[in-house]
């Protein structure tokens, strides 16, 4: 029998043979309770309402409600302000200067900083009436944002390194792939929650895809050139597959 936790909702799977009885597959099930456990805990893309991972880090999480919209990073924690009423489809303003970087784009992802005194309204219960979806959004929002400032410098760095002719970066928040690359578009496409791991997983995902302009296929080739960037790229990869 097979178990595994799936990373984007977190759902136990058990693969078995049509021999193999309900019964045999709970008490496996059961016996495998405190692995399962660590794989929740431990997973950066499982979704909870009082923490998240940002570039390999646990931070708590607290949801304020007023007037305005946007977050703020301290230390150890994140801060979410969210407009009233909840169904509110106004969205804040990020102002960055792109002047000094071309794959640096305004957008209408916030790092606003909430007033100094937020009014949390009194009928809200933070926990209660935050429903996944809501908060969802902001957490997108959030990581569009951090992925954008983050990614905008190593892909500058990584470009004129390996002397790549990559114009355009996209960020998108994907399910099936890390990154994607279009040569004959100069342009290559990271995923937003690559914001939740390691910076270097980044770095390995960056230079991966900028290796494809040079080699198309995943051959000794491709790799060898991956290496020469990154030696450590097999320990990065293990961390996303």
Same mark, same amino acid.
């Given at each position: ?13 058990? $693969?078995?043979?049509?021999?193999? $009885? ?13 692995? /399962?456990?660590?794989?929740?805990? @431990? ?7 009082? #923490? ?15 007037? #305005?919209?946007?977050? #703020?990073?301290? +230390?150890? =924690? ?16 990020? /102002?960055?200067?792109?002047? #000094?970087?071309?794959? *640096?784009?305004? +957008?209408?992802?916030? +790092?606003? !900083? ?15 009436? *935050? ?7 902001? *957490? ?31 960020? =998108? !928040?994907?399910?099936?792939?890390? @990154?994607?690359?279009?040569?004959? =578009?100069? =342009?290559?496409?990271?995923? $937003? ?16 895809? *900028? ?29 996303? /597959?």
């Amino acid at each position: 029998m097979r178990l595994r936790v799936l990373a984007y909702d977190s759902k136990v799977v058990v $693969t078995a043979p049509r021999f193999v $009885t309900n019964r045999e597959i709970e008490k496996f099930v059961q016996s495998q309770i405190d692995w /399962i456990h660590q794989q929740l805990v @431990g997973n950066p893309l499982r979704f909870s309402f009082d #923490q998240l991972w940002l570039w390999g880090k646990v931070y708590q999480v607290k949801w304020l409600f007023g007037m #305005q919209s946007g977050y #703020q990073l301290w +230390s150890d =924690r994140v801060e979410f302000l969210l407009t009233l009423p909840l169904t509110s489809t106004s969205a804040p303003t990020r /102002i960055l200067d792109s002047s #000094q970087n071309p794959f *640096l784009k305004p +957008s209408h992802n916030s +790092s606003l !900083k909430p007033p100094q005194n937020p009014s949390l309204h009194p009928s809200l219960s933070p926990i209660f009436h *935050l429903s996944q979806s809501i908060s969802q959004k902001a *957490l997108d929002r959030f990581y569009l944002d951090q992925i954008t400032q983050q990614a905008s410098k190593r892909v500058l760095f990584w470009n004129e390194k390996l002397k790549t002719p990559v114009k355009k970066v996209v960020y =998108r !928040k994907m399910y099936s792939r890390w @990154g994607s690359c279009s040569p004959d =578009r100069q =342009r290559i496409c990271l995923n $937003t929650l690559l914001a939740k791991y390691d910076q270097a997983v980044l770095d390995y995902v960056i230079v991966h895809e *900028l290796c494809h302009f040079f080699e198309k296929f995943h051959n000794q080739r491709f790799y060898q050139l991956i290496e020469h960037c990154l030696p450590n790229w097999r320990q990065l990869a293990k961390q996303i /597959i």
